[in-house]
């Protein structure tokens, strides 16, 4: 669980923030708050993945393309998850 930036409490699931980006947000079950992450961030993290997928369509990498484009896609989930910091979200 991802702890909410509002109360501090680890409320926020996995599976939320892993969907989570930008004006999607995620809302606390204990104070009600709703938190996001910034556009920087969760760009920041999806470049790696970005250029390993476009790579895949401007290169011929042949039998690599599938484990190329996986890997791209996994990085893509994984990086704004492990990285994109919980920012409370304000209207
Ligand atoms: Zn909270």
Redesign the pocket.
Known sequence: MFK?P??E?P?IKPLRKAILSPGLLAK?G??S?ESTITYKAWLTAMIPGSILMLATLVMDTGEWETTLNVVGFALMVLLPFLFAPLIKFKD
Do not use: L, P, S, T
Request: hydrophobic letters at 10%; charged letters at 20%.
């Open positions: 909410c509002h109360c409490k409320e606390c204990i104070c708050g």
